[in-house]
């Protein structure tokens, strides 16, 4: 089944993919999941947030086994985060038929809507807007790169902005939840393991504000130039995150106005930071917040022009120094542990269950677990640990161990 | 009539202007100057290669003073960058005729087209294709950041791409090049100088490569991210410029795949340099070569992995390393010392000729010069310094003076 998707969203000169949510690929994504459930006799079924369901046997009186994840994708991503969890959905229920098993709790599969935030910034858009986790008003103001807004991209799709939000009907048909997903690290040694916890993670924007010039006739004693403290940040977020134990990443950066004949007057960069301890990834941020203020005020660093430098200076008398503002924040998950161990005994070898690890990766589990509903993860080994990357990739044997073993867990979480 | 222009391509959120070659704001700009010639009783001709040229007198039997400059802008730029020498060079011919002056030389108002090079990332691409200094085949493959090519957008706006090229009858009737423009730095004090050079100066890119991965997943020891020794280059950019005394600007950044959660895969920088002596230049650029090889190479710094590394290391192991190329190099421009020195004494205070100065900035007026035409440039005073900015200013009375030291200069040389 993957490899009917493998076309869709896929840039020809670097095989990566381009899945915004919303965008025309998606949209083909998303009817290519009705065509599947349509082709299996599952009853579809679009939430007022754009989540798509498809159910074999009627959750309204009993809550439901739901199994899933996603299909949009990072920009430049790789085949397999998201629709391996959907399409391992789909497979472990054409085995279930095979088998002959009946349901007793129905059973579902989900699609969430804008699992990476590749087009507005902000992830599992579609289950946090389910939970209620993210308010409609602030997810509906939300801007793609081309200014145009959440509600104006799902009018645009046929879909109705002004229903969004908290869903307890859709909430109520979800009994309990298991995403399979590939590993995304290199942590996993056997084909298939189980989700501890999701480590807390966040999103933080520095704006290093300057003042634009000419690259040529400005002296260096006259610039205030943002593009020096930012360097420092940058080499200074690998340090601390190398002390802390923790991983930090700077990965998108906007340079304006990004001449390359002109001294910048703005460097904006997004950092991410997470850890498996909440203190080290938050004591991790404070420090670069300061160290960048630092930078900025750092007169010999940004060229020789006084500014009012510091934090949130954006008043200052040239406009100068750096701002700092937390664009997300989520804390640790923790995976419910019957659950859990439950996965592990039955996903293992024999007598030894499956290993059980954290990840450092936020899911669309983690946002259901956090709003209460009993969830879990199957992970499916990732030989190289590359992801978010066209070179992602899974063993076809290890997928194969990873349909049987979600079959088997549905099975059993279905009696 | 600067006022005039006020409002053509200015981005109303920054008031900085966006008037990229061939865009609707740059047609826009070329229509006004049609009107001013129209209005004048000037004779107009578009050459070849797109420059507009507006005639007082008859320049085919006998070669022209030719005054002008452009009305492209960087991105984000500022009111006076070109447009103040255009409508200065109309300014002063009005001068001329209330004066009853009647050029027995022919005398001309140029506007060269795409000087700033912001749409295809080539800086004076009229006076070049006029001058033979770039070639017809090269400029018709360059493309903008839409993927279009110049010899599509110049179909788009109904020229013929075909016939670009040097262009010997148009260059016969420019006899002398005078070109008034804003000074870019702080080092005019008085309200007219007169250029005695443009620096030499260079653009090269670097290409930074590693391996694109997922920010939360894979661990510090395991990334391969381009974007550490990007951040050293930039502070070491600084550094040698400082102790070469050049100036050496990073001003635009790429960042692949560009997401907030992902680890780059590729960081692609552009190093803009220039300085007095071509010397210095060239030894910063081999040394800072050098140093990113050297940085791209530190897997202690990249984050772990091992990896070819290396200048031009591309075939490499891991992809790794990084990549120099020269995207341009111009070298000195000496302007003629006869006319400079006759300019000074014109334009100066009585006895006291007006200051001469160098730039680092590349201008139309430093084509033609190279090309043989005798060229030379006045400045008008900047007080603060900023160009390429919506904060670039010069004060009305300075503009003034301008017009008058410039309408000096062409009735001297029409004599």
Known sequence: MLEQLAHVGRDPATNGYI?????????????????????????????????????????????????????????????????LGVVSAFA????????????????????????????????????????GALAPER??????????????????????????????????????????????????????GVASA??????????????????GTTRLGDRDDPMLPFARM????????????????????????????AVPGQVSAWLDARGANERDVRELVAELTDHAAGAADDVALRGGIENGGGVAARGGAAGSGVDVSEESWTPVVDFDA???????????????????????AGHDAGILATAGIPSAMLFVRNPTGVSHSPEEHAEQADCESGVVALANVLEDLCR
Chains 1, 2 share one sequence.
């Open 19 to 83: 899945r915004d949510a919303w965008s025309h690929a998606d949209l083909e994504l998303r009817e290519w999941f009705a065509g599947e459930a349509a082709r299996r006799g599952l009853d579809l079924r679009e939430d007022r947030n754009g989540n798509l369901w498809a159910w074999w046997g009627d959750p309204s009186h009993r809550p439901g086994v739901v199994t899933g994840s996603h299909l949009d994708s990072v920009r430049q991503g790789g085949a397999f985060d998201g629709p």
């Open 234 to 261: 940058v080499l200074e977020a690998r340090a601390a995150a190398a002390r802390y134990g923790v991983v930090a990443t700077v990965g998108k950066v906007r340079v304006s106005p990004g001449n390359a004949n």
């Open 139 to 192: 997810a509906l103001a939300l801007t793609d790169d081309d200014g145009d807004t959440l509600a104006e991209v799902m009018t645009r799709a046929g879909r109705e902005p002004r229903l969004i939000g908290r869903d307890d009907e859709t909430l109520a048909t979800v009994g309990t939840f298991v995403e399979l997903h590939v590993e995304q690290g290199r942590a996993l040694h056997g084909p298939v």
């Open 338 to 360: 019957a659950l859990r161990d439950r996965l592990a005994a039955l996903v293992g070898d024999g007598d030894t269950p499956a290993q059980i690890l954290p990840t450092g």
């Open 92 to 131: 472990a229920l054409d085995l279930l038929k095979e088998r002959g098993f009946q349901p007793v709790t129905p059973l579902g599969v989900a699609c969430f809507t804008d699992e990476e935030g590749a087009r507005f910034g902000v992830p599992c858009v579609g289950s946090r807007l389910l939970t």
């Open 198 to 215: 999701i480590w807390p993670h966040g999103r933080w924007r520095f704006d290093f504000l300057g003042q634009a010039n000419h690259a």
